[in-house]
């Protein structure tokens, strides 16, 4: 019996913790592993050696594995640490797989995004070349659901349903005032539109807005903008709009007013002020009143409305990890296919992680309207069922019963 | 028999339309009621004679009726419309007692804030004088809890739970990364701290944030809020700080970026970017991570988390005021008398509008902490009761299913 160790890697879901979930449970209940440890803070609490015994915690505890379940953020803390190329400099390799023999590790489990599949991709190249019997495998994870090698990913449906939710909330709250108004929402979402284009699911027989989409895929032009609002001015009295935080103009350059900001380790612009800028800009060419509202990281940790759907499948990629590595895949990450959208059916398997990490799956042109400023019909069907079904949150004096994730910074 | 009249006015709270549910089922219910009436955008409506009849919407469907008690935003409509002072010019009471008249609306109901109260004054004074026979009531309804006359406001408890629900889920956000951050989240009350103080009912035993509140009862010192990060930064690596959008310097001039835009037609002026500001005073200041999120309207918008108990108090102060007017008081708001905190037990009452109207009751100086940046447990003891329970909201295709309000601009 050998142990098997789990990390959890970039930007929160609200159902992260439920992945994690996944696999503690089924490596538990495994008769091929002995413990479950956990890294904090990602790949460099593997660096550290600041592993935590996960079976200790969890083992007598289905309760309390199910709150972990339904508790956002990430329980064994993140980090955004890109590790170098095996050829340029391998000892940090050497230290990584040095720890997994100290610790008995024979099965590693990365749960992230495009960026942390980097490091699966590496550390199962490494593994590979230097012969270490670990198996390396992702578990995808991103609110932006851009990765490749998956229908969707886990962790967009939840926040696709707080999106859709709030948009039906904020376009409500619009309507009681006889003034025109433009209020604009900025959606995360940085090269890839997947979440605001979520927006449209607020639309029913009861609410037509977002009246405008704005999607990160199509060049941004002010005075399109400026004249969409002014022709959908002309039929309705208060018009909101869902903005990508990422649109550009078209030579490239972000239209939010933070352009000039410091960007991450990974290289990527920080973003924020988009729907600042955008507000500015109609205050001064329309009369009228003007709202922007940036809806943040609730987008990312708002779990009190997450998708059951979400939930669930999140749950399963975890379980489905663990069996894969079992049965001896490595350099691989869990996918999800769609086997068919009429009566949303799916079944989870595995793909090659070379086909995943570093690249990122955009919206296609054909799910995009002719005049760019809204979806198509087969894009809201593809993201409907994601957001379907409310988990059962236990509540304690009026608020979430979440989990203790103290040992994060004690 | 005789019709009576109801009309929404100010902010929209989760719960003001329960409050109109409540006051339509007992109408409805009433012997001495022939016809509901709905005004469509406040007390303009009235003198635009915009009538609807809520009588032929809710007659036969308890169905569409609990779905109205659900639904955020304002059926009816808003205004913030103030009469001018009967003395000045009673042309406008004139032509408001005259469509009652033809109308034959014996019972006028006004749910809205101190402004709205204000209203409620005024058509009483006006009735008293020129001896008309229509009983004027108020319901209460504010997400910042600064009535006078109530132990608390309808809309307040739902949107002190949105508040600490986010709140938590924000400072769980915060903590997944190693490195130090300070997140600022700004609340709304112009005046009244209240809302901001109840940011502090997410701190459980898994959970220390917010670390520092600000209220704008207190007057703001930048260097003193500098100094409290820097010592608090010693002992805890991810700091939040729930900050009000009214807070002021010692000269009464608010902190916020936009100190030079236009007031309202109350006079009151519009305030947003408070965090905004902080954060960037905080990014000079402090090497560390800086972010600041405005939770804006979904304060007062977001029935997909609304308190069940303030939905069920929203909805009965309604029921409460046909009561009272068909007993014959006028002049009067409907209010919450709190008999024990202990476990928490509350009736209904009602308050004479003149100790109401124009004033607003602010967070009194022993509730709030010496070091002037916290609130004290009775605060705390006192907001708790108010956000438990959460109502059985009906979602469909993963969304909340709220009634049509398409009248409002058709």
Known sequence: MSNCLIAQSGGPTSVINASLSGVISSSIESSAINTVYGSINGIQGVLNNN??????????????LERLKLTPSMF????????PNIEDDNEQYKLIFDIFKQNDIKYFFYIGGNDSMDTVLKLSQYAKAYKQDVKIIGIPKTIDNDL?????????????????????????????YDIPSVTIVEIMGRNAGWLTASSALARNKNNSSPDLIYLPEVPFSIAEFIENLKQLQKKKRNIVVAVSEGIKDKNGNYICACQNSTNDKFGHAKLSGTGKTL?????????????SIELNVLQRSAMHIASLTDVTESTLVGKKAVEYALEGYTGKMVSIIRKNNNSYEYEITHVDIE???????RIP????????????????????????????IEYKEGLPNYININHLFS
Chains 1, 2 share one sequence.
């Open 51 to 64: 592993l935590i015994n996960l079976s200790s915690i969890f083992k007598d505890s289905k309760e309390k």
């Open 365 to 392: 042109g054909e799910w995009i309207s002719k005049d760019k400023n809204d979806i198509t019909a087969p894009l809201l069907e593809y993201i409907k069922p994601l957001i379907y079904g409310e988990p059962n």
């Open 279 to 291: 507000e500015d800009i109609v205050c001064n060419e329309l009369n009228c009143k003007v709202r």
């Open 148 to 176: 490749y090698g998956t229908d969707h990913t886990p962790g967009f449906g939840s926040a696709a349903k707080f999106v859709a939710t709030t948009l039906l909330e904020i376009s409500y709250d619009t309507y009681i």
């Open 76 to 83: 064994l803390g993140s980090c955004r640490y890109k590790l």
């Open 355 to 361: 086909k995943v990490a570093n690249k990122e799956k």
